[in-house]
């Protein structure tokens, strides 16, 4: 059974202060690793797909990286706007376009 | 391009009742799945629809259901509402071929 945990559950960062999100992950077969942004009410807004150990992708002050068993999120100099949940999720080969997804890490910004 | 529409988005049932619950994809989407997010279960997936029939399913019991239709719309049905299904539903849908997923805004299920 794909299984994914996320850390730290909560982080509360100053405006600037940089850190990293983690994602543990087992899966058979992986076919993609996902993280997406979710604010509160509110459905969880894509934002990377990670397909391979060694892939990075960037989008403004978010970095993701994948290794075998886990996946990073890195916020560079984060905003108070960069403040909501971020969740990982996993698909396996074998199960079609089934999302298990880790708990998730609030994440709040202060000015 | 519109992206995944649910209705209703909010609604308050009472124990015992049904209740359906509707999802737009986004134009040319196949694939629909849903999904339950509890603040003690986060999002658990409950069943994916492709070309009308059931492609996968969550451990969830029998009383949820749902369907798709020929122009990719879905709905989910659940049964017999108990107060652990309070809340909130969400719909996602993938271009064929590709694994992302795209988010609705999301159902909110109260149930009293």
């Known amino acids: 059974e794909d299984q994914v945990t996320q850390s730290p559950e909560a982080l509360r960062l100053q405006e600037g202060e940089s850190s990293s999100l983690n994602c543990s992950y087992t899966v058979s077969g992986l076919r993609g690793l996902f993280w997406y942004r979710q604010d509160p009410g509110k459905g969880p807004e894509f934002l990377f797909t990670l397909y391979s150990a060694g892939e990075e992708k960037e989008k403004e002050r978010l970095k993701a990286t994948l290794t075998k068993k886990e996946s990073f999120l890195h916020i560079t100099a984060p905003k108070p706007e960069d403040s909501a949940t971020y969740l990982c999720a996993v698909q396996g080969k074998a199960a079609g376009n089934k999302l298990t997804f880790g708990g998730g890490t609030r994440v709040l910004v202060k000015p | 391009k519109a992206g995944v529409t649910q209705t209703p988005r909010y609604l308050i049932k009472t124990r015992g009742q049904q209740v359906t619950l509707s999802c737009s994809p986004i134009s040319g989407h196949r694939s629909v799945s849903w999904y339950q997010q509890t603040p003690g279960q986060g999002l658990q997936f409950l069943f994916e629809?492709?070309?009308?029939?059931?492609?996968n399913k969550g451990n969830f019991p029998g009383r949820f259901s749902g369907r798709q239709f020929s122009n990719s719309r879905s709905e989910m049905n659940v049964s017999t509402l108990e107060l652990g299904d309070s809340a909130l539903y969400l719909c996602a849908s993938s271009p064929n071929g590709t694994p992302e997923a795209f988010f609705g805004q999301g159902t909110r299920l109260t149930v009293v």
């Open positions: 629809y492709f070309s009308e029939t059931q492609r």
